[in-house]
């Protein structure tokens, strides 16, 4: 169908003999979908990779498709992502895309003069696949707020003091 999409298969068995093999099939369009609801924040990016950095969902706005296009066609890996964010993230990572299924990792990164929060969290996908999920948002997303309060305690500490030092004068 040209729709990139993952298939999870397991056999069963009945002793030694294979009786058959259950597989499921969801597309990865479905995937960033559902990713794209999962907003951390209003500037923040969800990826989805494999080990390897192939690209399996994402919540980049005018994000890439996920599909590499060709003949061969496959999966995007990070690398091919055209977009800032992107490249900075990844090269965070120190070029291991994955650690052992449950490793959480949190790291700052600087982009266009502004810091971003950034984690991963790698998992096991079966036996033998490890998926990891980055989040990326701006420092400012979670402390504005914080921020703004700093400032006006600061407006008012010097309003104090000024008013002592004028009755003192």
Do not use: M
């Amino acid at each position: 169908q040209g729709i990139p999409g993952i298939t999870c298969a397991v056999p069963t068995f009945n002793g030694d003999r294979l009786r058959g093999v259950f597989t499921i099939d969801f597309d990865l369009a479905s995937l960033s979908e559902f990713i794209n609801r999962l907003k951390i924040t209003e500037n923040s990016a969800l990826l989805l990779f494999t080990s390897d950095g192939s690209l399996l969902a994402h919540s980049l706005r005018n994000g890439p498709t996920l599909h590499s296009g060709g003949d061969k066609g496959g999966l995007k890996s990070l690398a091919d992502v055209d977009d800032p964010l992107v490249s900075a993230f990844r090269a965070k990572l120190d070029g291991g895309f994955a650690s052992e299924p449950g490793a959480f990792r949190s790291f700052e990164l600087d982009l266009d003069g502004e810091t971003y929060s950034a984690s991963t969290n790698s998992f096991a996908v079966g036996d033998d696949l490890v998926w990891t999920v980055g989040a990326v948002a701006p420092k400012g997303d979670f402390l504005a707020n914080v921020w703004a309060s700093q400032r006006h305690a600061l407006a008012a500490a010097l309003a104090a003091v000024l008013v002592a030092l004028a009755f003192a004068a």
